[in-house]
């Protein structure tokens, strides 16, 4: 029998809006997260947050809305800059060694909607810290929108 | 919504499985993984890297050893400022998504994602690569983007090389292949 490798750690749908998702109590037994978000809210930037900390982070991005493509980079407190749209949203959220204390997180990220826009995200945690938390904020988040969060083995 | 893990979670059937894992202990000029069995349809290479003695780096990738003008690559990248496109062929290696170099800032890593699709097919098939790739800094060059690679060889991929511009991969980088079964 193989050994599991890309596991899932959690799947909820949210039954009510809710301003923010957190995955807790994370274990260290993998190498990678995995995060899956499909689903509707308000318009705006989804942001995120490690271990409930805040201080400055840093993102990298690159997106197209049809017409006209932009690119930025910014250091800044609380990061709200994954652009998101209305509806019909799909966000995958790579964390990349989040377990590792030798480094800082680094995430890579697609935004697909397809009604709207399409990007691409570098984004980085300040913190050497293992990732035991993992908080998406920034907008509404609506009823029915889901998330799933797997763990890969290494 | 507070998510508590473990409420929720299971153990997966083994469809996606790690192959190999790499931890760099110290400054090499190029890391190979090798011996890649061909029993899986597609490969995924999920890598945290850092490179040579420079400020910035660019990391490439070979396959099976192979040199010469034997790929093509196009890519679309976000650098700050703008979002660009590249393409070039016959090439000897892919070209990858600026990282931070060893002497960058400290701690600071990029990271890829690289899909190697049908890498085992030997009826007559090139091989594709894809990748997202990018680090997050500040007040220096910088880059998040996608690439498309084509491997001329009709062999099934059985070693992957990366290595970088300015030749190294440094200490703490990581990069694990895993294998995705067919049905």
Do not use: C
Not at chain 1, 26 to 37: A, C, E, H, K, T
Not at chain 1, 97 to 124: C, I, N, W
Not at chain 2, 21 to 45: A, D, G, R
Not at chain 2, 54 to 79: C, K, V
């Amino acid at each position: 029998m193989s050994t599991p490798t890309y596991t899932p750690l959690a799947n909820v749908t949210l039954s009510s809006s809710a301003s923010s998702v957190t995955f807790s109590s994370i274990g260290q037994g993998f190498r990678d997260l995995v995060l899956i978000y499909r689903g509707s809210s308000s318009s705006g930037q989804i942001g995120w947050s490690v271990n409930g900390q805040s201080g400055i982070d840093y993102f990298m991005t690159a997106e197209s809305n049809g017409s006209s493509n932009a690119s930025q980079q910014q250091q800044q407190a609380t990061i709200n800059q994954i652009t998101t749209v209305s509806d019909n949203v799909v966000m995958v959220m790579n964390v990349m060694d989040y377990s590792a204390t030798d480094k800082y997180k680094s995430f890579l990220v697609r935004m697909s909607a397809a009604s709207a826009l399409t990007g691409m995200y570098a984004l980085r945690s300040n913190t050497t810290s293992a990732i035991t938390s993992l908080r998406i904020q920034g907008v509404t988040f609506s009823a029915g929108s889901t998330f799933e969060l797997f763990g890969i083995v290494a | 919504m507070l998510i508590p893990i473990g409420f929720f979670g299971g153990g997966a059937s083994g469809s996606y499985e790690l192959i190999q894992t790499t931890l760099v202990s110290s400054m090499s000029t190029t890391v190979t993984l090798s011996s890649i069995p061909n029993t899986y349809k597609h490969l995924q290479i999920r890598a945290t890297l850092r490179g040579g003695p420079a400020t910035n780096d660019r990391p490439w990738i070979q396959f099976n050893g192979l040199a010469g003008q034997n790929y093509a690559e196009h890519s679309m990248y976000g650098n700050g400022s703008a979002v660009y496109s590249s393409g070039a062929g016959n090439q000897d290696k892919i070209s990858q998504i600026l990282i931070p170099g060893d002497n960058g800032t400290a701690l600071v890593f990029g990271a890829f994602i690289i899909d190697v699709l049908d890498y085992g097919n030997t009826s007559g098939k090139y091989k594709i690569i894809r990748s997202l790739g990018g680090s997050a800094r500040w007040n220096t060059s910088n880059e998040v983007g996608l690439v498309s690679g084509l491997v001329k060889t009709t062999s099934a991929i059985n070693s992957v090389t990366i290595g970088s511009v300015n030749g190294g991969i440094a200490a703490g980088s990581r990069i694990s292949i895993y294998g995705i079964k067919g049905a």
